[in-house]
């Protein structure tokens, strides 16, 4: 990969469709596309398995993605949206939930490793590359108990109120990032701090 990070065209987030699963800490780029404006005031689309929608921004087009495949299937949302519009993996970023992050940290990042997260293994897997940006929003890790159970349960009130800490920063980053293409500096100035 270049080292020249694009500014994202597709902004993606992964989690699972139903309404049992709307609040748990795998739904957490799920939740920030409901908090965040710019997602918030799009004309949402059923179209590549999912929510689609797309919208200039600085004289750019941006899409949008929410696939409704599950988790685990991603790939089968992210994949179409891309081929239609000839859109390489290297401007597509992907917002997902990141165990070995704590409640309140986040961190921007291209490439490496999937740390065994099904969203971005499933898109790994049918773009084949993964090449492609991530916001990385952290969850944390259960202290007992497993993990998949852990993934699939509620914040708790106090991590609910450092998880909106860290959308209205995330928020801000964001418009830093589509107006200025700073990846290097957001990851000096965000990266695994508390917010």
Not at 64 to 83: C, D, K, R, W
Not at 99 to 116: I, N
Request: charged share 20%.
């Amino acid at each position: 990969m270049s080292k020249k990070i694009l500014t994202p065209l597709i902004f993606c987030a992964v989690g699972n469709p139903g309404s049992k699963y709307k609040n748990t800490r795998h739904n957490v780029g799920w939740q920030f596309f409901a908090f965040w404006s710019v997602t918030r005031a799009q004309n949402w689309q059923q179209k590549f398995k999912g929510e689609f929608a797309q919208v200039d921004i600085l004289g750019h087009r941006r899409y949008f993605i929410i696939p409704h495949t599950f988790m685990n299937l991603s790939g089968e949302s992210v994949q179409p949206l891309m081929a239609f519009f000839k859109l390489t993996a290297e401007s597509l970023v992907v917002f997902h939930d990141e165990l070995d992050l704590p409640v309140g940290q986040l961190e921007f990042k291209v490439g490496g490793g999937l740390a065994g997260h099904n969203g971005l293994k499933s898109i790994a897997q049918h773009l084949g590359t993964q090449d492609f940006m991530r916001v990385r929003i952290g969850i944390g890790r259960p202290a007992v108990g497993s993990v998949s159970d852990w993934v699939l349960s509620d914040f708790t009130t106090d991590e609910k109120i450092a998880r909106d800490r860290v959308f209205s920063v995330l928020e801000n980053a964001m418009k830093e990032w589509t107006e200025h293409n700073n990846f290097s500096q957001l990851q000096t100035t965000y990266n695994k701090k508390f917010l």
